[in-house]
């Protein structure tokens, strides 16, 4: 449950000790935090486990996970350093269904798995360095996951916490045995508070658990946090040069090809020149939903966006004015062609592509050869960027839906 050797070396001890007594622990009625029967609140500080993927911290003989499993439905893997309290929990609960025993650095576990949805300790976080945990268990948890441990804070001597983040001695004590020596965080509440808090929690509540006997000096702290959301990164902020509007300096507009067989959709402008349907692309609005409102507006004929694939961009330069004008490809609309009232461009008709008439607007004609560079029409010159996702010069199956 360490990433400190010599506390590995201390619960392998430990745990060899109690497999040669041939003790294993029965499964409890409830979870205890401290040493002592019913001495503070139990498993309900956890929340609605059911179902819910748990994380047992230092789970040694494993009887903890398989209460949570047993009683209240949990998911549990018990994790733990040490190879013989492992072994301990493999024999004793192997088997046991909702429960999975794993021997691994906790930090290095959280790594390869999935988030959990809870996580707990018994009396087992003070054995692990807290800057080896913390950050692993901060990225191991889901948002809003409730963390829940419990961890010395007054010895068998008497000894109160320490007000550094460092381990010190501290003994594992075992009947009729000569005590085990290992390293210990044993913090106030403020360092643990400030730890969790530094890494991604928040304290819920510190309680001290005492021990019934008045003559019993030991307490024992029960931390509960929560995994903070996770924060967005800070977002830049942007402003104009000046409050004055820009001076206007360019034009940009879309034109759509619709194809019916092989014809093209043609519509004559008041001032005589034959256009595909397009116009100019309003503030705030997509190249596709221009498309698609002026397609309505000037033919009556409905799309929808995945009915629009953009070809580019043509750029040329017309009296001062720098003109961008977005090629697309329309495959599939609703009704047919006419007239709208009160619009420039109507008497829509189909003319064949190897028939193409005089008379097109230069847009309209710089669309047509982007789209497909062999077909004979002369035009002003443009500069024309395609679409990273498509090639504009294949010519996809058209149909129009009535």
């Known amino acids: 449950m360490s990433a400190s050797p010599a506390n590995e070396q201390s619960w392998t001890i430990y745990g060899q000790r109690q497999l040669d ?9 409830r979870i205890d935090w ?36 047993r009683k209240h439905g949990a998911l549990v893997d018990g994790i733990d350093l040490s190879p013989t309290q492992h072994q301990r929990a493999l024999q004793a609960h192997g088997t046991e269904p909702g429960v999975h025993f794993v021997c691994a650095d906790v930090a290095q576990h959280l790594r390869q798995v999935d988030p959990y949805d809870a996580a ?3 009396r087992t976080f003070g054995c692990i360095d807290p800057h080896h945990l913390f950050p692993a268990l901060r990225d191991g948890l889901v948002e809003n996951a409730p963390l829940v441990f419990s961890a010395l804070h007054t010895d068998a001597e008497g000894r109160q916490p320490s007000s550094t983040v460092a381990p010190r001695q501290q003994v594992i004590r075992l009947r009729d045995e000569e005590p085990i ?3 210990m965080w044993v913090l106030t ?21 005492r021990a019934p006997e008045d003559d019993n000096p030991v307490v024992i702290q029960l931390i509960r946090a929560r995994r903070q959301p996770r924060r967005q990164p800070p977002r830049a902020s942007s402003r104009p040069r000046t409050n004055r509007p820009p001076a206007p300096h360019a034009a940009v507009g879309v034109g759509a090809i619709l194809l019916n067989e092989q014809e093209v959709l043609l519509g004559r402008h008041r001032r005589g020149t ?12 997509s190249f596709e939903d221009a498309v698609i409102r002026e397609l309505s507006e000037e033919t009556g004929l409905m799309a929808r966006p995945d009915d629009v694939r953009l070809l580019g961009t043509l750029v040329d330069h017309v009296g001062g004015v720098v003109r961008v004008t977005v090629g697309a490809l329309v495959h599939a609309w609703q009704g047919q062609p006419a007239t709208q009232p009160d619009e420039s461009v109507g008497d829509w008709a189909w003319y064949p ?18 789209w497909r560079s062999d077909m004979p029409i002369d035009h002003a010159p443009a500069h024309f960027t395609p679409f990273a996702y498509g090639t504009p010069h294949s010519t996809p199956p058209m149909n129009g839906l009535t």
Do not use: M
């Not at 509440?189 to 658990?209: I, K, M, R, S, Y």
């Open 21 to 29: 007594h041939g003790y294993t622990p029965p499964v409890p009625e």
């Open 34 to 69: 401290g040493f002592w029967p019913a001495v503070g609140p139990g498993a309900e500080l956890l929340g609605s486990i059911d179902g819910k993927r748990v994380l047992d911290i230092g789970s040694g003989p494993g009887h903890h996970a398989v209460h949570l499993a």
């Open 120 to 122: 707990y300790g018994i």
């Open 181 to 183: 020596p290992t390293q």
């Open 189 to 209: 509440p403020q360092l643990w508070e400030d730890l969790l808090t530094n890494h991604g929690f928040t304290v819920e509540a510190v309680d001290l658990l």
């Open 274 to 285: 034959l256009e595909l349907p397009g116009g100019t692309v309003e503030a705030g609005e």
């Open 353 to 370: 592509l190897d028939q193409l008439p005089d008379g097109l607007f230069v847009c309209s004609a710089q669309i047509l050869t982007a």
